[in-house]
């Protein structure tokens, strides 16, 4: 493996071999032979070469006992063969917190307050765009391929998922605002505040004439739904961060027990991720073998999901990489590559949140993004960066309108990209979270929302590749906003050099390197 760093004679970088390749012990440089030059990759690569084997295994297990063992047995062989995923994604949902927190307010704190301001604003910007691209994409795509068009189908069970009846446009544009501010922090860590609306009809006399009138009473409750409230445990980690940067000296003490925190996560993170391939391998193989038809599956629903798959296809081969190379002027291979730990982690959990411990560890380690940037970048896109679910959303709603025949207007199709633009932002970083909030772009455009239980059936499936690319996008979003601040980065590398500081990442600061496969 090989690394490159510039040269300070000149403009351009010289690449760095490394000593183990060309100065054996015996003196002299020998080439290196394909078999060795194998065996460190392998070595160096591992816990990927598992997890990716895990999930070939996983897939090949849940077709196999769907097709033999499932259809005469219960449900308890799903739930004992998920069982041992289950332990996975527990033991990665119970790191989230302390490394979001330790991490945003380790990142910040390090950095002064006029360049978190601009790393902050260009990761917004980044994100906005990134994710208003997707909606249009499935916009586009969804007219152009009609995959509703001509067809029927039963609603069945529509409560068969979880939803808040009372979800619009307005009340969750104010559940969001309320979210990002918590009236508790410590409550916030199990749930989030949500609007209920609550509709009952009252009956007057007026004018010796009996009138009906229907009251509608607004109320918040606090959902205990096990997952945390991500965005306000981010704005407080961020305002912590950033007053402590404004005063360095009365925070140090604070700063050095983060920061053992953060490395102490990180840790175990580490330990975690060695039994990942084994949670992997039967989450996947659970969720194949729960399938009931997989050829009625297709059959009914093969168009939409192929239009959901070319829409993330273009926008993770194309979108993705050509902002990349846009920004970066560097080739995307060997980023996308350096990130295939945290792909087959997103696709074997199928949660960007459990993904960032891994997606944290591939920027920083593999493709040598600065953690100043990586360890703000990454809690707040895993929150706030949905890309997938942006355009899973988008073509999901022109779907349902197609097949129960309605046509949308020009500015029903624009509120459609608005609605599923915002729903993205607020949806949760777990698995099929873009089904409840779903219910607010239909209702956006005045959709029936019994009709998601059509498309809930395959759900489970395009939510594993708009994981995928959500956690793509947030790692894009890291060279991005590192290319953006290279001269921010590099003048503080400069002052922590001169005054002899130990900030955070202090010893890891690196100037920008091309980015090479490991």
């Given at each position: 493996m090989s690394t490159v760093i510039p040269n300070d004679s000149s403009n351009g970088a010289v690449p760095m071999t490394h000593p183990a390749e060309t100065e054996p012990l015996g003196g002299g440089k020998q080439p290196c032979s394909f078999k060795d030059r194998a065996k460190r990759w392998a070595s160096g690569n591992l816990l990927f070469i598992l997890t990716l084997i895990a999930v070939v295994l996983g897939l090949i297990l849940g077709v196999i006992i769907q097709q033999t063992i499932r259809p005469r047995s219960t449900d308890l062989v799903v739930v004992l063969l998920k069982f041992p995923g289950e332990l996975l994604l527990r033991m990665l949902k119970c790191l989230i917190l302390p490394l979001v927190v330790a991490s945003v307010i380790t990142g910040l704190g390090a950095i002064n307050a006029k360049s978190s301001g601009k790393i902050g604003g260009t990761a917004v910007a980044y994100y906005m765009s990134t994710t208003i691209t997707a909606v249009i994409l499935g916009l586009v795509l969804v007219s152009a391929i009609r995959p509703g068009v001509g067809k029927t189908y039963d609603t069945g069970d529509a409560s068969s998922f979880e939803k808040h009846e009372n979800a619009n446009t307005l009340d969750t544009i104010l559940d969001l605002l309320r979210s990002a501010f918590p009236a508790n922090i410590v409550k916030a860590t199990f749930g989030k505040d949500y609007t209920v609306i609550t509709k009952k009809n009252v009956t007057e006399t007026i004018d010796n004439v009996n009138v009906t009138k229907e009251i509608t009473k607004r109320s918040i409750k606090f959902d205990y739904d096990g997952s945390m409230n991500m965005i306000g445990v981010i704005v407080f980690s961020i305002l912590c961060g950033v007053i402590m940067s404004l005063h360095p000296e009365e925070s140090e003490p604070l700063m050095k027990v983060i920061q053992a925190i953060n490395d102490l996560t990180m840790r175990l993170v580490k330990l975690v991720l060695w039994y990942s391939p084994i949670g992997i391998l039967f989450l996947i193989a659970g969720q194949f073998s729960g399938v009931e038809d997989f050829g009625k599956m297709v059959s009914q629903l093969g168009?939409?999901?192929?239009?959901?798959?070319?829409?993330?296809?273009?926008?993770?081969?194309?979108?993705?990489?050509?902002?990349?190379?846009?920004?970066?002027?560097?080739?995307?291979?060997?980023?996308?590559?350096?990130?295939?730990?945290?792909?087959?982690?997103?696709?074997?959990?199928?949660?960007?949140?459990?993904?960032?411990?891994?997606?944290?560890?591939?920027?920083?380690?593999?493709?040598?993004?600065?953690?100043?940037?990586?360890?703000?970048?990454?809690?707040?896109?895993?929150?706030?960066?949905?890309?997938?679910?942006?355009?899973?959303?988008?073509?999901?709603?022109?779907?349902?309108?197609?097949?129960?025949?309605?046509?949308?207007?020009?500015?029903?199709?624009?509120?459609?990209?608005?609605?599923?633009?915002?729903?993205?932002?607020?949806?949760?970083?777990?698995?099929?979270?873009?089904?409840?909030?779903?219910?607010?772009?239909?209702?956006?455009?005045?959709?029936?929302?019994?009709?998601?239980?059509?498309?809930?059936?395959?759900?489970?499936?395009?939510?594993?590749?708009?994981?995928?690319?959500?956690?793509?996008?947030?790692?894009?979003?890291?060279?991005?906003?590192?290319?953006?601040?290279?001269?921010?980065?590099?003048?503080?590398?400069?002052?922590?050099?001169?005054?002899?500081?130990?900030?955070?990442?202090?010893?890891?600061?690196?100037?920008?390197?091309?980015?090479?496969?490991?």
């Amino acid at each position: 493996m090989s690394t490159v760093i510039p040269n300070d004679s000149s403009n351009g970088a010289v690449p760095m071999t490394h000593p183990a390749e060309t100065e054996p012990l015996g003196g002299g440089k020998q080439p290196c032979s394909f078999k060795d030059r194998a065996k460190r990759w392998a070595s160096g690569n591992l816990l990927f070469i598992l997890t990716l084997i895990a999930v070939v295994l996983g897939l090949i297990l849940g077709v196999i006992i769907q097709q033999t063992i499932r259809p005469r047995s219960t449900d308890l062989v799903v739930v004992l063969l998920k069982f041992p995923g289950e332990l996975l994604l527990r033991m990665l949902k119970c790191l989230i917190l302390p490394l979001v927190v330790a991490s945003v307010i380790t990142g910040l704190g390090a950095i002064n307050a006029k360049s978190s301001g601009k790393i902050g604003g260009t990761a917004v910007a980044y994100y906005m765009s990134t994710t208003i691209t997707a909606v249009i994409l499935g916009l586009v795509l969804v007219s152009a391929i009609r995959p509703g068009v001509g067809k029927t189908y039963d609603t069945g069970d529509a409560s068969s998922f979880e939803k808040h009846e009372n979800a619009n446009t307005l009340d969750t544009i104010l559940d969001l605002l309320r979210s990002a501010f918590p009236a508790n922090i410590v409550k916030a860590t199990f749930g989030k505040d949500y609007t209920v609306i609550t509709k009952k009809n009252v009956t007057e006399t007026i004018d010796n004439v009996n009138v009906t009138k229907e009251i509608t009473k607004r109320s918040i409750k606090f959902d205990y739904d096990g997952s945390m409230n991500m965005i306000g445990v981010i704005v407080f980690s961020i305002l912590c961060g950033v007053i402590m940067s404004l005063h360095p000296e009365e925070s140090e003490p604070l700063m050095k027990v983060i920061q053992a925190i953060n490395d102490l996560t990180m840790r175990l993170v580490k330990l975690v991720l060695w039994y990942s391939p084994i949670g992997i391998l039967f989450l996947i193989a659970g969720q194949f073998s729960g399938v009931e038809d997989f050829g009625k599956m297709v059959s009914q629903l093969g168009m939409y999901m192929v239009t959901v798959l070319t829409g993330i296809a273009i926008h993770f081969f194309i979108v993705l990489p050509g902002i990349f190379v846009a920004v970066t002027r560097q080739n995307p291979i060997p980023y996308y590559l350096n990130m295939l730990p945290a792909m087959a982690t997103a696709f074997g959990t199928d949660s960007s949140s459990a993904t960032m411990p891994v997606t944290m560890q591939c920027v920083e380690e593999r493709n040598n993004i600065d953690r100043k940037i990586s360890r703000f970048v990454i809690p707040v896109g895993a929150t706030i960066n949905m890309d997938g679910t942006a355009l899973y959303e988008a073509v999901a709603c022109l779907f349902i309108a197609q097949t129960i025949g309605a046509n949308l207007s020009f500015g029903e199709v624009i509120i459609t990209g608005l609605t599923a633009t915002l729903a993205a932002i607020g949806a949760a970083g777990i698995p099929s979270a873009g089904l409840v909030t779903m219910i607010m772009v239909l209702n956006a455009v005045g959709l029936p929302t019994e009709m998601i239980s059509v498309i809930f059936t395959v759900d489970w499936f395009l939510d594993r590749f708009r994981t995928i690319t959500n956690v793509m996008g947030d790692a894009i979003g890291c060279a991005v906003v590192q290319k953006f601040c290279a001269a921010e980065l590099e003048q503080m590398r400069r002052e922590e050099e001169d005054l002899g500081m130990h900030t955070l990442a202090s010893d890891d600061t690196k100037p920008p390197q091309k980015y090479s496969a490991c």
